[in-house]
């Protein structure tokens, strides 16, 4: 038997609005309990500097030409996430997901960037952070999402639900996870399908 660990999530999505928090327990198999869910609203500077820099970003190479503005954005957003953990109220062990706000995205490219600095966000905090999700399941074929169908997969095998089954993930890109078999992960079969 796995032990269980409490994890605070942060995710925020396409429409760069603000960050979701989830403090969850699992044994990061077959047992996930929600213990809190809370929304935290970008403040209107973030929110028109996000998305007056996704306007600009539309090729890899702006990544480059706008890297003095990512770079203040990227402390903003790090600065803003370490109130929202400090609001959550965690305990010493919990390990803290820290996803950070999507730039740019390109599977086909090999590349998702990230705005959200995790060493600075450690400094703030003194936490234990894991982070760049995204990079390694994009370098092995994937499209950057690594964590939401081994979630679907965990909700389908606590909840005990008939498989097949499929999951659909309506955000600013959506996506769908369809699950064969419980057992096999080889089964699992996830990706994006377009926008939401």
Known sequence: MQKSQISLGLMSGTSGDGVDASIVRTNGINEYELIKDKYFEYDLKIYKDIHNLKEKIHKIEHLE??????????RNITIFHAEIIKQMSISENTIIGFHGQTIYHNPEEKISRQLGNARLLNQLINKNIVFNFRKNDILNGGQGAPLTPVFHHLIS?????????????????????IIKDTENLSELISKDIGPG
Do not use: H
């Open 157 to 177: 095998f606590q909840s005990k639900i008939k498989l097949p089954v499929c999951f659909l993930n309506i955000g600013g890109i959506s996506n769908i996870t």
């Open 65 to 74: 030409k706008y890297k003095d503005e990512i770079e203040i954005l990227e």
